[in-house]
């Protein structure tokens, strides 16, 4: 498998903390702020996680939308993509993770891997929510910190060998 570029937003440094669990427990991945990274930087990999948080009323980081803004549909084609989404299912019960659906509809054109079921959380809505399953790894850090290694651990094992 070739190695892994986790690309993450974080304003709070939850989803940076949640990557770097994931790359350690991958063992073959690097992680990127995309506060700071490059197009390049991006391009360079086959195999991506994209993670980030939800604010307000469902929006995506804002870091990510610059990032996004530098990508075409096109960029993703090829690659095998795994997404992360932290939110508070509690406060924001109606727009849970909304923001990982975002970098999960941009890249349509790549393989996208590492749906999960949606039992064991307790949101009223979601974008995130794509056929009766989460879009990827979904976490609230907020709410149910205590089920976030256990949850990280089984999504890794899973995503692990769709990988290129």
């Given at each position: 498998m070739q190695k892994i570029g986790i690309f993450y937003?974080?304003?709070?440094?939850?989803?940076?903390?949640?990557?770097?669990?994931?790359?350690?427990?991958?063992?073959?991945?690097?992680?990127?702020d995309v506060a700071k990274a490059s197009k390049e930087e991006f391009m360079s990999f086959d195999n991506l996680i994209?993670?980030?948080?939800?604010?307000?009323s469902g929006d995506l980081q804002d870091d990510w939308e610059s990032f996004?803004?530098?990508?075409?549909?096109?960029?993703f084609a090829g690659k095998v993509i795994a997404f992360i989404g932290v939110g508070d299912q509690?406060?924001?019960s109606d727009t849970f993770c909304n923001g990982v659906s975002y970098l999960y509809h941009k890249a349509a054109k790549a393989?996208?891997?590492?749906?999960?079921?949606?039992?064991?959380?307790?949101?009223?809505?979601?974008?995130?929510?794509?056929?009766?399953?989460?879009?990827?790894?979904?976490?609230?850090e907020d709410n149910q910190s205590d089920l976030s290694d256990e949850r990280i651990s089984k999504w890794v094992t899973?995503?692990?060998?769709e990988f290129v």
């Open positions: 937003g974080s304003d709070s440094s939850n989803t940076q903390h949640i990557c770097q669990k994931v790359a350690k427990e991958l063992g073959n991945a690097e992680t990127f994209l993670a980030t948080p939800t604010y307000g996004l803004g530098a990508l075409s549909e096109e960029d509690d406060t924001y393989k996208r891997i590492g749906q999960t079921a949606n039992e064991g959380y307790y949101f009223d809505d979601t974008e995130a929510l794509v056929d009766g399953k989460l879009v990827g790894l979904l976490l609230d899973q995503i692990r060998g």
